[in-house]
């Protein structure tokens, strides 16, 4: 089974390698990995954020482990060339199509989390986002107005094929959970969002035996703050599940928590956490690594068919947090390693 490392910008180093640290301890026979530049780095190196290389490595590899992508030095490079442009690449060229995003709020971050305990501790849901259409994918550009305006425009769109794809994934997930799927869309302003609806509801007869329920992006925002117990599955395009999944993150107590799986038809995946590159605070051992760590579990879970090895990480994860590992982002003074080492105290 060969991994590819992906540590990309930022922290991004600094979180694969405690993720590193954590698979390598669990000793799985026929376990390789190889390791690429991609994002900011690449582009510095090799002048471009997704080189041929890392993406040949990307296809042959079993599944990918990445860190974040995002430098400073880049935002004046024309769009094509910057690091988000890489992962953007990846999820097009491997037709990463599904993005998963599980947000379960850990009993000891209840202070951490930006509502009231009481209603942070409800959180245990999965956002299921479509990751290769919509507005990030359709056309884009800059024009100039008849009256000599700049102009600059970006289509959604969604195909029923694409649409009818990501909601079998959202009904699956919700089979194997609580049955409950909430479809989130803007169909009272979208025509885009019209036929998300029209398709879910199609495609909901093929799993009567999941209750499915709709909500526009605004009114499914302020739920996830006012009841987000209410939610078990929530399935959502492009944008709208890159905005609420971050939201549900501070809610389950920080971005720093949060992993994500982006699956294509056959479950092999590029697993990530959903925080950025965070070039402020990168080198300094501030960051982290428990998205990067509970990542590698959703990646042993789902491509490589070792769910016993997921839980054992996941077990871990959870016995450090409640024997006191706070990194600085919840509220303690840990560094990354030693983030990691109270990871690895727990699983051995």
Request: hydrophobic share 45%.
């Amino acid at each position: 089974m060969l991994i590819a490392l992906l540590p990309g910008d930022g922290i991004g180093p600094e979180v694969i390698a405690q993720a590193r640290r954590v698979l390598d301890a669990l000793d799985l026979p026929g376990l390789t990995f190889e390791e690429a530049l991609v994002g900011g780095s690449a582009y510095k190196a090799e002048g471009h954020p997704l080189p041929a290389a890392t993406l040949d490595l990307a296809k042959r590899a079993d599944a990918i482990l990445f860190g974040a992508v995002g430098d400073p030095d880049c935002d004046n490079l024309e769009r094509h060339l910057r690091p988000e442009q890489a992962i953007l690449g990846l999820r097009k060229e491997l037709t990463l199509f599904a993005n998963l995003r599980p947000a379960t709020l850990f009993p000891e971050l209840a202070d951490a989390s930006a509502l009231r305990p009481e209603v942070a501790s409800q959180i245990d849901m999965v956002i299921v986002r479509e990751l290769n259409g919509d507005v990030y994918f359709g056309d884009k550009g800059m024009r100039q107005t008849a009256d000599g305006r700049r102009e600059g425009y970006d289509v959604m769109s969604y195909n029923e094929d694409e649409v009818r794809r990501i909601a079998r994934v959202g009904f699956e997930t919700a089979m194997a959970r609580g049955k409950k799927l909430c479809s989130v869309d803007k169909a009272n302003v979208l025509e885009t969002s019209q036929l998300w609806r029209d398709v879910v509801i199609e495609t909901h007869a093929e799993y009567p035996e999941v209750e499915l329920s709709h909500m526009y992006v605004d009114n499914a925002a302020m739920q996830l703050v006012r009841n987000p117990g209410q939610f078990d599955v929530i399935v959502t395009g492009n944008l709208f599940g890159d905005i609420l999944s971050d939201q549900a993150s501070m809610c389950a107590g920080s971005i720093g928590m949060l992993p994500s799986a982006s699956l294509d038809a056959n479950q092999k995946g590029l697993y990530e956490p959903i925080h950025g590159s965070a070039p402020d605070i990168a080198g300094q051992g501030k960051a982290n690594p428990l998205a990067t760590i509970l990542s590698a579990a959703m990646m042993l879970r789902y491509s490589l068919g070792q769910p016993q090895a997921a839980d054992r990480i996941e077990c871990a994860v959870a016995k450090a947090l409640a024997g006191g590992a706070r990194s600085p982002d919840l509220g303690g003074s840990m560094t990354t390693t030693q983030m990691g080492d109270a990871v690895l105290a727990q699983l051995r």
